[in-house]
T-cell receptor
Framework: GAVVSQHPSRVICKSGTSVKIECRSL??????MFWYRQFPKQSLMLMAT?????????EQGVEKDKFLINHASLTLSTLTVTSAHPEDSSFYIC????????????FGSGTRLTVV | AQSVTQPDIHITVSEGASLELRCNYS??????LFWYVQSPGQGLQLLLK??????LVQGIKGFEAEFKRSQSSFNLRKPSVHWSDAAEYFC??????????FGAGTRLTVKP
């Protein structure tokens, strides 16, 4: 079945540095990928929609200059958290739709970001 | 606006007892509905999904869910809960472009 690989699974970074998270569709092409954020004991909230070859679409309240999304190919989307601060510590998870209609909605395994 | 409501933030059941987790959705068209389970510090695991057809959907780990259009509900059930079922459960609706709206989640505690 469709697989989305997300790396790294865990990352600890110092405040003020940048962190890049990768999301790859392994056996299908994903023209669109989605990035979610989950704070502790909360639900998943959509941050942005990543479109191959074009600019990402950000949800209201998400800073596009802080969360840089690049979708350079049909199988890779990256999320870069720039100038990270402790409040950016969260669980970030990507997903992709592996086909039209009622095909699968596949999630990556998530990235636990801790900013110290 | 599309939304998903899970009325129960936390449920505690005894091991071996039956379980029902509630989910209500607000969506104009026929929704694609999902239930996911998440253990602490882990990603999401798909339990089951409903796209169309039979309104009673069977999933993994002995879970099932019933889609009731008249009640805008998609409740998750399990006849006999195991201690390993303790986790956070999320109901979600897929939107046309492929993203999802998640409910707030229900934390399940299983008493021995």
């Amino acid at each position: 079945g469709a697989v989305v690989s997300q790396h790294p699974s865990r990352v600890i970074c110092k405040s003020g540095t940048s962190v890049k998270i990768e999301c790859r569709s392994l056996d299908f092409q994903a023209t669109t990928m989605f990035w979610y954020r989950q704070f502790p004991k909360q639900s998943l909230m959509l941050m942005a929609t990543s479109n191959e070859g074009s600019k990402a679409t950000y949800e209201q309240g998400v800073e596009k200059d802080k969360f840089l999304i690049n979708h350079a190919s049909l199988t890779l989307s990256t999320l870069t958290v720039t100038s990270a601060h402790p409040e950016d510590s969260s669980f970030y998870i990507c997903s992709a739709r592996s086909g039209a209609g009622n095909y699968g909605y596949t999630f990556g395994s998530g990235t636990r970001l801790t900013v110290v | 606006a599309q939304s998903v409501t899970q009325p129960d933030i936390h449920i505690t059941v005894s091991e071996g007892a039956s379980l029902e987790l509630r989910c209500n959705y607000s969506y104009g068209a026929t929704p694609y509905l999902f239930w996911y389970v998440q253990s602490p510090g882990q990603g999401l695991q798909l339990l089951l999904k409903y796209f169309s057809g039979d309104t009673l959907v069977q999933g993994i780990k002995g879970f099932e869910a019933e889609f009731k259009r008249s009640q805008s509900s998609f409740n998750l059930r399990k006849p006999s809960v195991h201690w390993s079922d303790a986790a956070e459960y999320f109901c979600a609706v897929a939107l046309p472009r492929g993203d999802m709206r998640f409910g707030a989640g229900t934390r399940l505690t299983v008493k021995p």
